[in-house]
């Protein structure tokens, strides 16, 4: 086998060289896109799009091609070597090709964004396997249809053309396929569910499709693929017609897949200013008459328009969503140059400024895409955008430095110091819930404004959350840090962590603890208990954990009247259950989480 693979490389590597460089000019260019990306990760889904897959075609293709269309296997066939062992050798040929650039392209990829995206095994090791499952599928079919030989454009016609025509009248668009799910674009991010199950699909039918080609090649001793490289004679032309028609012909018998209608709202209060806002709600929320909110909120982004200097602002809509609670407010985009603010508005205990925080994040992650590709400017926004309130709104300042100071308490009970917290804003986000965590970031906001001034803590917030371009050149390839950014104003991240410090004081009394019970046959429930000091407003989630997860978001939540008692579900032996209990203080007017705990069912 070695002997064949060095025969292999000496006929191939012109081609490979031209290949490789090809790969390293558009990695290049991918990297330099992904500054308009969630994440500068995503160059690497890129590149295995728009080089991986072109490559694991054509490489089947052209070796293949070369032996059977020529008719050299034959030979190949004379030596004392089994037809597996040079189909085997082929295929490993081509898969090796693929991975000697892709995975130290891979490599220079984790290595350049080191400083730019937090990096842990599991992140890391995730995007790896679901690369290299949806590389091999893909590889593994363009095999098989490639020792087709003269039917492969036929097949490759077909097989395009029955996935746009799914694709455009099932129900389940394309992208949630299995093998296109694995390569979806949640490859490059964080705390995003792992799919094992369309991974353990897509694996499989790698697995199937590679059988298939040793099918192909060993049937008849080899005769099969012999015939298949013949010439299409005049009837086979015509069945491949007849073919092509009727799978256009079967096409028209599934019904349409209908596009959701534009978003719109039919009743809405609307601002008469720039840029618009929207509140859908004729009631009063949070104490404040709609079309007096519309104005404020529109007043407002203006003015944190010109003090960061951004562009036009997109129409904003405030959506009453019954579902949430008063202090779950979200925000997304509905159709090109449209935002949603999404939030119970006709709760009485709504609060306004948050309401107007998440007003100002949306925009300003709408309008720069410097943010969108750095994660770790997640705290800087924001604090930055409770700083903004907080200037605006009398009283709110006193209120913010009660939540940070309670913030810092929990983050010194789980062992975070200000440094950390502020590098790894998802896991203190986690830690805190969105409520503390802001007020945590503001608290780094204040020490900002307090060492730079008025003046250079504006350009810092432009440098950071609205600048777009540079003149230096090296802004192509990278985007500098957040650490790199406070080093540059005069505050490094350091200096900043230290005089956030906080009196260390005692960790919060209120624990939770979960405890099985088993029922009937192999059926168990759920006791928690709140000990210490009572919780008020406590909220419970749940979670079954399937294998390979470590933590998640809870699918129910649980509004829980007494510190002890059940969660109402059951869950089967041998389940990993994860139980959050979160509560809501008064004083911070803020909800905050007690703990988590996984419980392992016997």
Same mark, same amino acid.
Request: glycine share 10%; hydrophobic share 55%.
């Given at each position: 086998m070695i002997a064949l693979?060095?025969?292999?490389?000496?006929?191939?590597?012109?081609?490979?060289?031209?290949?490789?460089?090809?790969?390293?000019?558009?990695?290049?260019?991918?990297?330099?896109?992904?500054?308009?990306?969630?994440?500068?990760?995503?160059?690497?889904?890129?590149?295995?799009?728009?080089?991986?897959?072109? %490559?694991?075609?054509?490489?089947?293709?052209?070796?293949?091609?070369?032996?059977?269309?020529?008719?050299?296997?034959?030979?190949?066939?004379?030596?004392?070597?089994?037809?597996?062992?040079?189909?085997?050798?082929?295929?490993?040929?081509?898969?090796?090709?693929?991975?000697?650039?892709?995975?130290?392209?891979?490599?220079?990829?984790?290595?350049?964004?080191?400083?730019?995206?937090?990096?842990?095994?599991?992140?890391?090791?995730?995007?790896?396997?679901?690369?290299?499952?949806?590389?091999?599928?893909?590889?593994?079919?363009?095999?098989?249809?490639?020792?087709?030989?003269?039917?492969?454009?036929?097949?490759?016609?077909?097989?395009?053309?029955?996935?746009?025509?799914?694709?455009?009248?099932?129900?389940?668009?394309?992208?949630?396929?299995?093998?296109?799910?694995?390569?979806?674009?949640?490859?490059?991010?964080?705390?995003?569910?792992?799919?094992?199950?369309?991974?353990?699909?897509?694996?499989?039918?790698?697995?199937?499709?590679?059988?298939?080609?040793?099918?192909?090649?060993?049937?008849?001793?080899?005769?099969?693929?012999?015939?298949?490289?013949?010439?299409?004679?005049?009837?086979?032309?015509?069945?491949?017609?007849?073919?092509?028609?009727?799978?256009?012909?079967?096409?028209?018998?599934?019904?349409?897949?209908?596009?959701?209608?534009?978003?719109?709202?039919?009743?809405?209060?609307?601002?008469?200013?720039?840029? %618009?806002?929207?509140?859908?709600?004729?009631?009063?929320?949070?104490?404040?008459?709609?079309?007096?909110?519309?104005?404020?909120?529109?007043?407002?982004?203006?003015?944190?328009?010109?003090?960061?200097?951004?562009?036009?602002?997109?129409?904003?809509?405030?959506?009453?969503?019954?579902?949430?609670?008063?202090?779950?407010?979200?925000?997304?985009?509905?159709?090109?140059?449209?935002?949603?603010?999404?939030? %119970?508005?006709? %709760?009485?205990?709504?609060?306004?400024?948050?309401?107007?925080?998440?007003?100002?994040i949306a925009q300003i992650l709408d309008q720069s895409p410097a943010y969108d590709w750095r994660e770790d400017r997640t705290w800087l926004l924001r604090g930055f955008s409770a700083w903004w309130e907080a200037e605006r709104t009398e009283g709110y300042a006193a209120l913010l430095q009660r939540r940070a100071a309670f913030a810092a308490r929990l983050l010194h009970a789980h062992g975070l110091d200000p440094e950390r917290a502020l590098r790894q804003s998802e896991t203190t986000d986690q830690l805190l819930g969105d409520c503390l965590g802001a007020a945590y970031a503001w608290r780094a906001m204040q020490v900002l404004h307090a060492r730079l001034g008025a003046e250079g803590f504006q350009a810092l917030m432009r440098a950071a959350l609205a600048q777009h371009t540079t003149d230096d050149a090296r802004s192509l390839l990278r985007v500098a840090t957040t650490a790199d950014l406070l080093a540059q104003a005069g505050v490094p991240l350091p200096q900043l962590a230290q005089a956030m410090q906080l009196a260390p004081l005692p960790a919060p009394p209120t624990t939770l603890q979960v405890q099985p019970a088993r029922l009937a046959g192999a059926m168990f429930e759920l006791r928690y208990r709140i000990l210490g000091a009572p919780a008020t407003g406590l909220m419970l989630g749940y979670k079954t954990l399937h294998p390979g997860e470590s933590s998640a978001g809870p699918d129910a939540t649980y509004r829980a009247g007494a510190a002890s008692g059940l969660l109402p579900a059951t869950f089967t032996g041998g389940s990993r259950v994860l139980v959050v209990a979160e509560a809501y203080d008064t004083g911070l007017a803020c909800r905050y989480r007690i703990g988590a705990v996984r419980a392992a069912l016997p």
């Open positions: 693979l060095r025969k292999e490389a000496r006929e191939h590597w012109r081609f490979m060289l031209l290949l490789y460089l090809i790969g390293g000019l558009m990695f290049l260019l991918m990297w330099i896109q992904a500054r308009s990306a969630i994440s500068p990760l995503a160059a690497w889904r890129s590149l295995l799009l728009g080089f991986g897959v072109p %490559a694991a075609i054509l490489l089947p293709n052209r070796l293949v091609m070369r032996e059977y269309g020529l008719g050299t296997q034959l030979f190949l066939e004379s030596l004392p070597i089994g037809r597996g062992t040079v189909l085997l050798t082929k295929w490993l040929a081509g898969w090796i090709g693929l991975l000697l650039f892709l995975v130290p392209a891979f490599g220079l990829m984790l290595y350049a964004a080191r400083h730019q995206v937090y990096l842990n095994g599991g992140l890391v090791g995730l995007m790896a396997l679901r690369s290299l499952v949806f590389l091999a599928f893909v590889y593994a079919g363009a095999f098989a249809i490639a020792l087709t030989l003269r039917f492969r454009f036929a097949l490759w016609g077909l097989l395009l053309l029955g996935v746009v025509l799914l694709s455009v009248h099932l129900q389940q668009p394309m992208t949630q396929w299995p093998p296109f799910l694995v390569a979806g674009e949640a490859m490059a991010l964080e705390g995003v569910q792992p799919p094992w199950r369309e991974i353990a699909i897509t694996a499989a039918m790698a697995g199937g499709l590679l059988a298939a080609a040793l099918l192909m090649a060993l049937s008849a001793r080899g005769a099969l693929v012999v015939v298949l490289a013949r010439r299409l004679s005049a009837g086979a032309r015509t069945l491949l017609a007849f073919a092509f028609g009727a799978v256009f012909a079967l096409s028209t018998l599934l019904e349409k897949r209908v596009p959701p209608q534009p978003f719109r709202l039919e009743q809405a209060v609307s601002s008469q200013a720039e840029p %618009a806002v929207q509140v859908g709600w004729t009631g009063k929320v949070g104490g404040v008459a709609p079309d007096r909110l519309a104005e404020s909120m529109s007043s407002d982004l203006a003015a944190l328009q010109a003090w960061l200097g951004l562009g036009r602002l997109a129409p904003l809509s405030l959506v009453p969503d019954a579902w949430r609670e008063a202090d779950d407010i979200g925000f997304g985009r509905a159709g090109r140059g449209q935002l949603v603010v999404r939030a %119970a508005l006709g %709760a009485p205990d709504l609060a306004l400024p948050q309401l107007q925080e998440m007003a100002r």
